[in-house]
């Protein structure tokens, strides 16, 4: 954990953000940030001294965009524009996503593109490191900048705050909410890809899988970065396995869920590759309009509020992440099937009661991993068209929903992985697996320090202690079996 994260414009990363956000590291902005600020402050102000048309700045906005400001109104304009876009209602943003959107209009202001005062920046400085708790809406953006909760959030920190020329603009005209929530659940998403992957080992030992898949000449013969690196993961975890061994597996043919691993976690790696490097980038870019340009001592006009790369970077990481709820639901049904598994019914020895075992887990299983697939559906396709007679927003990214649904994911992600880590360890014990991989071995024993054995007359666990805790080791398995 960081204990410090510096805020200079350039250098964000979705881990840092979660620091801040989640674990509640101090911030501090950069000297260079600061005066890069200042810098661009200046730029503004002498473009409305010499009264230059800027959008937002000297002139009103969206379908009044021309209309000139009366520099002696100035002031009542940027109180009421914020006013005007204060819709929120419904559902409040999560105390943790509020400190992430706080931490990347920080970071955007560091870059000087907004134009804003560095008093607004050390406001937001302070606000993070005291801890300040503010109340945002979730609902209410297009993805067009994340307006009406920005609102929600400049309103509060800034009540006691005179804004000047351009700065309720620059503070409307943010996606702050969009990305740091993409921020968060990536972070999330990508540790939960990486253990789902190292859980899927022993899996395999449960059920008696073919490791076929992932030698070298499979590798080889699909070279693809992710599949590489998912193969090496899995065969890693199991190095000392049984079933590398005469007789350790059961079958030629595993059915898919098992057979495809590789495929399935590879693609969703070259996957996550592509829409980290997105996001990565979007942490420290521009999102508003205008954007004031020190490089070329100008402001221009733009539509970096369009967070189309944001959008698509989380539908490709959601839509990754599809197959693999898919694989994991068939996994754990066809570990609790005898007819699959060679197993008891439900993996549990047989009583005089005749319970169906872990089958309802499975099942409750298959009901998350339903909502889960809803979830990854696209929303880069979706049309939310202005009305506005001059169609000035005539299309919309739908950035905060796309995060919204990562996030929401990545909430489903986590029980589906703990359910699939108790039926392995179910299956391993009862088919007496021996002996099984280093690596799997430690996750097997960490399981049942947390997760009893269920024999014949037991009940089948909840899975709420393995969650809490996996949710104590933010879902990273990859130390444990280190």
Known sequence: MKDIVMIDGRSLTARDVVEIARFNAQVELASEAIERMQTARELVEQAVARGDRIYGVTTSVGAKTGVPLAPERVDEFNRRLLETHNLGHGPTVPNEV??????????????????????????????LNSQRVFRVHMWGSIGQSDMSPAADLALDLYSQVTLKSGEALALLNSSALSLGMAAIAMDDLHRLLMSWTITSALSMEGFAANPS?????????????????????????????????????????????????????????????FAEGKISIELNASQNNPIVSIEDNAIVSVANFDMLSLSMALDTARLALSPVVTSSTERVAKLTDSFWSGLPVGLIEEDSVGLPGFNGLAQFHKS?????????????????????????LDRASMSTVAARRARELA??????????????????????????????????????????????EGRVPDPTALLSALDAMEYDLSELVA
């Not at 030698?215 to 890693?236: H, M, N, Y």
């Open 368 to 392: 998350l991993a339903s909502e889960a697939r809803l979830l990854a559906a696209p929303v880069v396709g979706e049309l939310a068209s202005s009305s506005h007679s001059n169609g000035n």
């Open 98 to 127: 509020v400190r992430a959107m706080m931490v990347i209009l920080l970071n955007s202001m560091a870059t000087g593109r907004l134009g804003v005062r560095p008093l607004l920046a050390t406001m937001l400085v302070d606000a």
């Open 213 to 273: 898949i992932l030698s070298p000449a499979a590798v080889r013969s699909r070279p693809f970065e992710g599949l590489r690196i998912a193969a090496e993961t899995i065969r890693a975890q199991l190095d000392g396995s049984y079933l590398f061994s005469t007789g350790g597996p059961r079958h030629l043919q595993d059915p898919l869920c098992f057979r495809s691993l590789p495929i399935t976690f590879g693609n969703a790696f070259d996957s996550f590759t």
């Open 411 to 456: 909430e489903l992600c986590r029980s589906l992985l703990a359910m699939e880590l108790i039926v392995a360890a179910q299956a391993v014990e009862i088919r007496k697996a021996v002996a099984l991989g280093a690596a799997t071995t430690k996750l097997f024993n960490f399981i049942r320090s947390i997760v009893p054995y269920v024999a014949g």
